[in-house]
């Protein structure tokens, strides 16, 4: 993953870049990541399964057949990417039986890689990293992109009468931050699968707890382009009691 790294530095707001169908960017340099890791791992674990946002053939569902698969955002935050924001991340997930065991993240602003699970911690770098966890209050940070969905735009009212909130256009470095203490929490009502598996193994393995108010992308049964978008609210178990209550859901 780290090999790919300079490609993303080499092309950060250089490249080309093209809408899908479903509104989201894409550049030629999320295409070569996808395509080299992808080469990577085949070569390395060719048992398993590998999913991209940007590689896949088909926009029908893919059933998860093998008990390891990894999951791969090649670049969260592409329309930062495109246009010179450094606020942007690969994000690289393993999952075993269809639960994230193990995330990579490249934190492209900071240039660290940010990786761990449970059982085996988390390094931020050089650095062992752990939950903030201390109680919600009016200087906590708490992540938070504008809803796809405008029902919900309300929350941002909710959120920032009580919080400091951030919108970093990159829903992967979101949750990473929680799981690594930079953020106190996020509530996200728009990611899909691959935006936050690399993320969740982050948070869980520092006693952290991911509430799931759409249904539950985990354990990974199917691998699907076209999924609905997931809202969920993360962070230290008692805050995120907290920000439940507040945001009424």
Not at 134 to 159: C, E, M, N, T, W
Not at 169 to 175: N, P, R, V
Not at 225 to 238: C, N, Q, T
């Amino acid at each position: 993953m780290l090999a790919q790294t300079d490609l993303l530095h080499r092309d950060f707001g250089r490249v080309q870049s093209q809408w899908k169908g479903d509104g989201t960017r894409v550049t030629a340099a999320d295409l070569a990541i996808s395509e080299k890791i992808y080469r990577d791992l085949g070569e390395q674990f060719p048992d398993d399964q590998f999913f991209s946002e940007e590689l896949t053939q088909t926009d029908g569902p893919i059933a998860v057949t093998a008990k390891y698969c990894w999951v791969l955002d090649p670049i969260d935050g592409t329309n930062n990417f495109a246009m010179g924001i450094p606020h942007c991340a690969i994000g690289l997930a393993l999952l075993e039986d269809g639960q994230p065991v193990y995330g990579f993240v490249y934190d492209f602003a900071r240039k660290v890689l940010i990786h761990g699970g449970p059982g085996w911690g988390v390094h931020d770098g050089d650095r062992v990293a752990s939950l903030k966890g201390k109680a919600l209050d009016p200087q906590s940070v708490i992540g938070f992109h504008s809803p796809y969905d405008k029902r919900y735009a309300p929350h941002a009212a909710v959120l920032a009468d009580h919080f400091k909130i951030r919108a970093l256009g990159t829903s992967t470095m979101h949750l990473a931050y929680v799981g690594i203490g930079l953020f106190d929490g996020v509530v996200d009502h728009n990611v899909k699968v691959w935006d936050i598996a690399a993320a969740v193994p982050l948070v869980l393995a520092n006693g952290g707890a991911i509430d799931y108010l759409s249904a539950s992308p985990f354990p990974l049964r199917s691998f699907d382009l076209k999924m609905d978008r997931i809202f969920y609210v993360a962070g230290d178990p008692v805050g995120v009691v907290r920000l439940r209550s507040l945001l009424a859901v």
